[in-house]
């Protein structure tokens, strides 16, 4: 008795390939791009942070100075620290692509990653509810 059958390890080739075309597309279309980091507290938007490069700090909202964000020298920015208990929004790591995002939803805080230039004439438009 066979675990696994040719055509169902064909299959598998053929969805990692796809998956790693995918990755590959949307890391050269947005990682060039110019970013702009958005925090959000309680859905308002409170601050917008240019993601240059060369800038390194840490700093907090004042709405909430129990939450710490980094910003790094490469143009990447995380969530440090915070007084939640579980930690997730720490977990998430440095985001620095278009389109990455992280929360500390027991603080309401949103970090989102956007372009710098705004929307993009290619993006989709959702409308849910």
């Known amino acids: 008795m066979k675990f696994i059958k040719k055509t169902d390890f064909i299959i598998l080739l053929i969805i990692l390939a796809c998956s790693f075309l995918g990755w590959m597309f949307?890391?050269?279309?947005?990682?060039?791009?110019?970013?702009?980091?958005?925090?959000y507290y309680k859905s308002e938007l409170v601050e917008t942070i240019d993601l240059t490069k060369g800038v390194d700090r840490r700093f907090s909202i004042p709405q909430?100075?129990?939450?710490?964000?980094?910003?790094?020298?490469?143009g990447s920015i995380c969530f440090e620290k915070s007084n939640c208990s579980n930690k997730i929004c720490i977990k998430a790591g440095r985001l620095k692509t278009v389109g990455q995002s992280a929360a500390c939803l027991p603080n309401k805080i949103v970090l989102k990653i956007v372009p710098?230039?705004?929307?993009n004439a290619s993006d989709s438009d959702l409308v849910i509810g």
């Open 64 to 74: 909430n100075k129990n939450v710490v964000f980094h910003q790094f020298s490469d």
């Open 116 to 119: 710098k230039n705004g929307k």
């Open 26 to 39: 949307y890391q050269k279309e947005y990682k060039s791009e110019a970013a702009v980091a958005q925090i």
